[in-house]
């Protein structure tokens, strides 16, 4: 006798004072389940001896043809059409289409007697996968209810402030995420981002949102993404965030220095390193990446500030011999830096006029053999397994030896597509691009975006190379690490690829190419022809002893 009351086989006897149950009413220890990963009641073990549910048992004991795509899967449902596995399930029902024959919009999940596809009313059969609140038809979801409702509903818990409501200045944002083109990934980023956690913290505490207020925060990944999220969907107006956020990232370093040292940082940021940046940044026709470089010379600042400290100097004792200690002490060429520093020290009278010798100039150390930048750059071409932004960004890389901020940036209005060829513009005049080369930038292009897409409050660039952040490109950082994790060099192949243009083309065009300055390309020409030059020398003499 099960515990329903029903004669059926029993699935547990009696112990305990329980009775005897059946497989219906039986439910086993809550355990992880090794398929779905929930915690649920497992009855059942895998042949490994891993517990698995009951849905996930059911779902997963016997595998059919599914009667979409074909394929021998375990089967999700049953539908006129036959048994469907996950995958087209999931596929049908988050894309609802007209139906030929009564014109509603449905998931079609049966088919007509001449094979189109139809909706489940017209072949009788009474799914209904009608949202209960809205009254669109698929994107299922929970309790009736499709997905946009679910995303509309936690958008508004994740956006509520202290009353319960969205603010006006927060609506655009939420308006942004609720009308986000693919509503299930962003169900799930609402859930599980460490983000959302941030996001939802500042609308909760009820103050009004600016670069102040997250400029007093922490510097983090999640600080910078919600930053420029808010800034995407128009909530804070636009800035130079590479330039701006670095007074924030002083004022966290400040922390545990002297005020001495704080009170010389502050205005060597502020009136020499920023000013001159923004000025810079302002006429630039290429964006670049400053505040690494900011960064750096601050940082190289404290420091001396420290070593001076330690020696018990002030700044008016600088002496010549100082600085000589302080470069002759250096494990690399950052101490260099210190320069910036004192030019700044010189100019407000500070410090005397010192000098700071200039970086030893070293040549390009790891350059790529051309057999093997060839080799790679045949794999980028060709190689279909690798993935589409991959092949592209190396093969770029391998042929003109584009920097990885400049590469980063290119967006559709880089390529011009003709009749016959296409070109991409780098630097002041377009270069010709291979024909299998123009069909991948093509492909990026035209491809949609691979992460959901928020609208956007002012139009912006659309990226060959879209990043995590919205609106933002790939960073150079992430852009290097995803070339080398498939085995493509990005500096030894940028190095192989500029000496193999210098030693052909004169400085002038090879700037006007590839966008780099004319010194840079001047000193990359003298690089090629001097270990050009050794190379004919060395030839001739071979030639002479076979003689």
């Known amino acids: 006798m099960a515990g329903a009351g029903q004669l059926k086989r029993i699935a547990r006897n009696a112990r305990d004072g329980q009775p005897d149950l059946c497989d219906g009413c039986y439910q086993g220890p809550d355990a992880t389940c090794s398929i779905c990963s929930r915690g649920r009641p497992c009855a059942s073990r895998d042949e490994q001896g891993q517990p698995v549910c009951a849905t996930c048992y059911q779902r997963h ?13 375990p089967v999700n449902t049953r539908w006129p059409i036959g048994p469907v596995c996950m995958t087209c399930y999931t596929a049908v029902l988050r894309s609802p289409a007209e139906c030929p024959r009564c014109g509603m919009v449905q998931p079609l999940i049966a088919r007509d007697d001449d094979g189109t596809e139809v909706c489940g009313p017209c072949v009788g059969f009474a799914a209904d996968y009608t949202c209960k609140q809205c009254g669109r038809t698929g994107n299922p979801h929970s309790r009736g209810r499709c997905a946009h409702c679910v995303l509309a509903e936690r958008v508004n818990a994740l956006l509520a402030g202290p009353d319960g409501t969205i603010t006006s200045q927060l609506e655009p944002l939420a308006a942004a995420l609720a009308d986000a083109p693919s509503p299930f990934p962003a169900i799930q980023w609402l859930k599980e981002s460490p983000n959302t956690k941030l996001l939802a913290r500042l609308a909760s505490e009820g103050h009004e949102l600016s670069h102040e207020l997250l400029d007093e925060l922490p510097p983090s990944r999640n600080q910078r993404y919600i930053r420029q999220l808010l800034v995407h969907t128009g909530v804070l107006e636009e800035r130079n965030e590479d330039l701006e956020r670095i007074p924030g990232w002083l004022e966290h370093e400040l922390g545990d220095k002297p005020a001495a040292h704080a009170s010389l940082a502050r205005p060597f940021l502020h009136w020499f390193l920023l000013r001159r940046a923004r000025q810079r940044a302002a006429t630039r026709r290429h964006p670049a990446s400053a505040d690494r470089d900011l960064r750096r010379r601050v ?80 794999r980028c071409l060709t190689d ?24 980063c940036h290119l967006t559709p209005e880089h390529l011009k597509f003709g009749d016959k060829h296409a070109h991409l513009l780098l630097g002041r005049h377009p270069v010709l691009l291979p024909p299998r080369l123009a069909e991948l930038l093509r492909q990026l ?42 085995d493509i060099p990005v500096r030894t192949a940028r190095n192989g690829a500029l000496a193999a243009l210098a030693a052909d083309l004169p400085s002038p065009i090879l700037a006007d190419v590839t966008g780099m300055h004319r010194h840079t390309a001047l000193r990359w020409v003298a690089y090629a022809r001097r270990d050009w030059a050794e190379y004919l020398a060395a030839r001739a003499d071979d030639l002479k002893d076979e003689q």
């Open 445 to 486: 292009a035209e491809q949609p975006q691979p992460r959901p897409q928020l609208s956007r409050a002012h139009p912006g660039p659309q990226w060959l190379f879209p990043g995590m952040v919205p609106g933002k490109p790939i960073s150079t950082h992430g852009m290097t690490q995803k070339l080398n994790r498939h």
């Open 61 to 73: 004991r016997t595998g059919e043809p599914c009667a979409r795509c074909g394929r021998t899967k």
């Open 299 to 378: 940082s190289v600042a404290l420091d001396f500030l420290a070593w001076m400290d330690q020696r018990g100097l002030a700044l008016a004792d600088l002496a010549q011999e100082h600085i000589d200690d302080w470069i002759t002490g250096a494990t690399s060429q950052r101490r260099y830096l210190i320069r910036y520093f004192l030019k700044w020290t010189t100019s407000r009278r500070l410090t005397r006029e010192l000098t700071v010798p200039s970086i030893p100039s070293q040549e390009p150390q790891d350059l790529l053999d051309d057999d093997d930048r060839w080799q790679l750059l045949q």
């Open 384 to 407: 279909d397994a690798l993935p589409t932004d991959v092949r592209a960004g190396g093969a770029i890389t391998l042929l003109f030896g584009t920097s990885t901020e400049r590469l």
